[in-house]
């Protein structure tokens, strides 16, 4: 059955930084770009970064500069490493394919709070 699991998130002070962890399962998770997408109360989910298999980035401009995206094609992984965070990016954080083609996991809280 075909998985995404988010890890990584929790609490954290302006200005703080935390990583962000993605496992997936599936063949449509190793063959495809790999992105994470995010979700605010009241507010759609978004892109915020997406990865191609050879490495080529794109990044939401809200998130650029702070916010970087990698992968690990061995291990069908994915990472978000997230600096100096804003309160504005406290939201639900998700991985997917990008496009998203595959069911949505749980996700992962990130608060940023003082």
Do not use: H
């Not at 962000?20 to 495809?32: K, V, Y």
């Not at 790999?34 to 490495?55: C, D, F, H, M, N």
């Not at 794109?58 to 978000?80: E, H, P, Q």
């Amino acid at each position: 059955q075909v998985q995404l699991v988010e890890s990584g998130g929790g609490l954290v002070q302006p200005g703080g930084s935390l990583r962000l962890s993605c496992a997936a399962s599936g063949s449509i998770f190793s063959r495809n770009p790999r992105g994470w997408y995010r979700q605010a109360p009241g507010k759609q989910r978004e892109l915020v970064a997406a990865i191609t298999s050879g490495g080529g980035t794109i990044y939401a401009d809200s998130v650029k500069g702070r916010f970087f995206i990698s992968r690990d094609n061995t291990k069908n992984t994915m990472y978000l490493q997230m600096n100096s965070l804003k309160p504005e990016d406290t939201a639900v954080y998700y991985c997917n394919s990008f496009p998203s083609l595959m069911t949505w996991g749980q996700g992962t809280q990130v608060t940023v709070s003082s």
